[in-house]
C-alpha cells in the first residue's frame, strides 16, 4: 500500500485565493482526519469521518473551511476565501482501529 | 471532555543519556495512549503505544509507562542518540475513541 497521499505537497497562493487539498485515504481504511499543524498552535484536528460521514467539525476555524469524502477513497478540504493566517502544515491521516496513520502534508502558505 | 497535557515542552539532553517526556490526562475512561514522533519536515508516525490493561511495554530503547490511578503516562528512551532528535506526541482516547493530542515535546540530543 501506498499509504496515505496527499495533494498536492506544497501550495503557494495570494490572498482571497480558494484552495483545495486532497487527500486519499489508505484502502480499507474507515475514520479519516484533517489537522492543521503550526509552530503557534502545534497540531490541531481541524475535522474527522466515519465511513464518509462527518462526525466531528468543531475545530474547523470558521466558515471558510469546508471538508468533503463523497467515498471511501478521496477527501478535500477547502479554504475560501483564504488568508495569510492560513499558512501551515495540513495532514490528513487515516485509520481502521486507534492507529492514526498521517499523509506527508500540504504545506500551504497564502502571501 | 478528555484533555491531555505533555511537559516538558522542550528537552535537552546529551547523547547517551535518559529521555523522558510525561503526559497526564483527564477522561478516566480513556483506554489507548500512543506516542508519536516527528522529524523535522516529516509526518508525525507511531512509535509506541499501550492500552489500558498494562502498566509497561518496552521496544528496545523505548518504553511506556502508564498510571491509571494518578491519570499519567510517560515515554523513556534510553541511550539516546543524535537521531532521537525530534518533536514527541502524546495523545490519549475519549468518549468516542478518538485521540486527543498532546501539545509536544521537542526532544533535543546534544552530541
Known amino acids: 500500500d501506498a499509504g496515505v497521499i496527499q495533494s498536492p505537497r506544497h501550495e503557494v497562493t495570494e490572498m482571497g485565493q480558494e484552495v483545495t487539498l486532497r487527500c486519499k485515504p489508505i484502502?480499507?481504511?474507515?475514520?479519516l482526519f484533517w489537522y492543521r499543524q503550526t509552530m503557534m498552535r502545534g497540531l490541531e484536528l481541524l475535522i474527522y469521518f466515519n465511513n464518509n460521514v462527518p462526525i466531528d467539525d468543531s475545530g474547523m476555524p470558521e466558515d471558510r473551511f469546508s471538508a468533503k469524502m463523497p467515498n471511501a477513497s478521496f477527501s478535500t478540504l477547502k479554504i475560501q476565501p483564504s488568508e495569510p493566517r492560513d499558512s501551515a502544515v495540513y495532514f490528513c491521516?487515516?485509520?481502521?482501529?486507534?492507529?492514526?496513520?498521517f499523509g506527508p502534508g500540504t504545506r500551504l502558505t497564502v502571501l | 471532555g478528555e484533555n491531555v497535557e505533555q511537559h516538558p515542552s522542550t528537552l535537552s539532553v546529551q547523547e547517551g543519556d535518559s529521555a523522558v517526556i510525561k503526559c497526564t490526562y483527564s477522561?478516566?475512561?480513556?483506554?489507548?495512549f500512543p506516542w508519536y514522533k516527528q522529524e523535522l519536515g516529516k509526518r508525525p508516525q507511531l512509535i509506541i503505544d499501550?492500552?489500558?490493561n498494562v502498566g509497561e511495554k518496552k521496544d528496545q530503547r523505548i518504553a511506556v509507562t502508564l498510571n491509571k490511578t494518578a491519570k499519567h503516562f510517560s515515554l523513556h528512551i534510553t541511550e539516546t542518540q543524535p537521531e532521537d532528535s525530534a518533536v514527541y506526541f502524546c495523545a490519549a482516547t475519549d468518549s468516542n475513541y478518538q485521540l486527543i493530542w498532546g501539545a509536544g515535546t521537542k526532544l533535543i540530543i546534544k552530541p
Open positions: 491521516a487515516s485509520s481502521s482501529t486507534q492507529e492514526q496513520f
Open positions: 484502502s480499507g481504511h474507515n475514520s
Open positions: 499501550i492500552r489500558s
Open positions: 477522561d478516566s475512561a480513556s483506554n489507548y
